[in-house]
């Protein structure tokens, strides 16, 4: 078995980095190609998950407070991976997830176990595209967020639990640090994000997004079989 310390030194190597940005290009091509292809969406629909997607990366940088073992409130960040899936459904949003969450492995990853990796990485963030089985309705973007970040939520509880235990505060088990510690940044930006979709204006604004996207899907499919 391989320690810790080699394991993350694996991944902050440049062999490390390099095997992750090759991941991450495979992910972000079957992204592209299922968008563009299968799904047959528009180059504007394209671009807007791939704007979607530079956001959320760039956003999970903006952070309200930070926490010392890893984690942090940040500017809606999670919201525009769960918007990906809220606008196209379920699998390109769990795909743009995989994607962020290597995003985010490659430029300021923790790995101490391949399994850690995987639920504090792709998992964690694939799972806020399961927006994308809550796209009808107009309050239907609260529920998939909810959804989304509660799908992020177990994996970080697990990985915590599992994983980073030892760092359990004095009289706490190892399951009650992970919730509390993990509920400690998650479901505060929870809940700012969901008093922002509280408000109708900008709920009203994705929506119509939606439903300019859901148009185009319609229009270039009575094309094609035209």
């Not at 799904?39 to 704007?51: D, Q, T």
């Not at 992970?178 to 479901?187: D, E, H, K, Q, R």
């Not at 929870?190 to 300019?212: C, Y």
């Amino acid at each position: 078995m391989f320690s810790e310390e080699v394991i993350n030194e694996f991944f902050s190597s440049l062999l490390g980095k390099s095997i992750t940005a090759v991941v991450t290009i495979i992910l972000i091509g079957l992204f592209i190609i299922n968008l563009y292809k299968k799904r047959n969406l528009s180059v504007k629909a394209l671009a807007y998950s791939g704007i979607a997607i530079a956001l959320a990366t760039i956003l999970s940088y903006i952070k309200l407070f930070q926490l010392p073992q890893g984690g942090a409130v940040t500017t809606f960040s999670m919201l525009f991976i769960v918007l990906i899936g809220y606008w196209f459904g379920p699998f390109e949003g769990i795909i743009a997830g995989l994607t962020h969450g290597t995003l985010q492995l490659l430029i300021d990853g923790y790995v101490i176990h391949p399994a850690q990796l995987l639920l504090d990485y792709p998992l964690a963030f694939g799972a806020l595209g399961l927006s994308g089985f809550f796209r009808k309705g107009s309050k239907s973007i609260l529920l998939g967020y909810i959804v989304g970040t509660i799908g992020r939520f177990i994996c970080s509880f697990l990985s915590g639990w599992i994983f980073f235990g030892s760092y359990a505060w004095e009289g706490y088990s190892a399951v009650a640090y992970s919730f509390l510690y993990n509920l400690s940044y998650i479901g505060i930006e929870m809940i700012l994000t969901i008093v922002l979709l509280l408000i109708p204006s900008f709920r009203s604004a994705l929506n119509h997004i939606k439903q300019t996207i859901i148009i185009n899907e319609q229009f270039l499919s009575e094309k094609k079989a035209a």
